[in-house]
Nanobody
């Protein structure tokens, strides 16, 4: 059974930092893209950042320069370092992976709350 286990969410003041982690179970044979999405109340789920198997990264304009995505292929783990957090970053953050045949998998989500 495929599992994506996220951790690292929490409550921080504006300007603070958090680091999210997502460990992917080894039942996914070949992981291609790994990424983070977020969903705030009343909003659609949106892409925050993603990283390809080759290390190419994409970021939402709203987080460029503040967030950094990275991955450890040996540990099947993806990270999201979030700096200079703003109240508008408050959301549930979801880990997402896409395997080599297009299968998509989601984590259960971790809450990030930024106080003003």
């Amino acid at each position: 059974q495929v599992q994506l286990v996220e951790s690292g969410g929490g409550l921080v003041p504006a300007g603070g930092s958090l680091r999210l982690s997502c460990v992917v179970s080894r039942s996914i044979f070949r992981i291609n893209t790994m990424g983070w999405y977020r969903q705030a109340p009343g909003n659609q789920r949106e892409l925050v950042a993603r990283i390809s198997s080759g290390g190419t990264t994409n970021y939402a304009d709203s987080v460029k320069g503040r967030f950094t995505i990275s991955r450890d292929n040996a540990e099947n783990t993806v990270y999201l370092q979030m700096n200079n957090l703003k109240p508008e970053d408050t959301a549930v953050y979801y880990c997402n992976v896409v395997d080599s045949i297009g299968g998509r998998y989601w984590g259960q989500g971790t809450q990030v709350t930024v106080s003003s």
